[in-house]
């Protein structure tokens, strides 16, 4: 319905913006992501998607095209409404997240406020596929970082860490650097163990 708004920002809040658009004020509800993308001139467009329930319309903004389409995904599996979408947009960028569902990565999904397995199993289940012909993602990539992944996991394991808490400090690193190395993921690892 409404697919855009361009005007004067009024008011500017981690969780909200207030856009004046003709004498007319809209609160968009917005991610942190694009909080800290806003600039600060009066002049601002943001693309918004109209969540319509029962008992209220709220309207959710988003600084640019493909943060907009990651949301749609998102909510549009099973479990997963429009502010836990938000949450996820919040905690990380729209690269780390169609990154995290095209590797297939359930720890990443799951380190979201409010997301349990069974949801970000239904997120990587039903967003993978999506992901990969959206964003025209090569899923090569992801398979040599996960062998890299894999056994810099087991050779953690071997020095007595714990698979979850190795696995949670390898998922930060190959955030940062896609590309490293199983020494260097192991060298990284051991220093924030």
Known sequence: MITHIRGKLVEKNPTYAVIE??????????????????????AVLLYTHLAVKEDSHTLYGFINKTEREIF????????????IA?????SMTTDEIQQAIAS??????QSVKGIGAKTAQRVLIDLKD???KSFA????????????????????EVLGFTKKQS????????????TASVETLIKKALKNL
């Open 21 to 42: 658009t003709n004498g007319v004020g809209y609160l968009l509800h917005i991610s942190l992501n694009t909080f800290s993308l806003l600039p600060n001139d009066e």
């Open 72 to 83: 749609r995904l998102l909510i549009s599996v099973s479990g997963v409404g429009p502010s």
């Open 86 to 90: 938000r949450t996820m947009l919040s």
């Open 104 to 109: 297939g990565n359930v720890g990443v999904i």
């Open 130 to 132: 999506k992901i990969l």
């Open 137 to 156: 993602i090569d899923e090569d990539s992801f398979v040599e970082s996960n062998t890299n992944k894999i056994e810099a996991l087991s050779a953690l």
């Open 167 to 178: 696995e949670k400090v390898l998922d930060k690193i190959l955030l940062e650097d896609k």
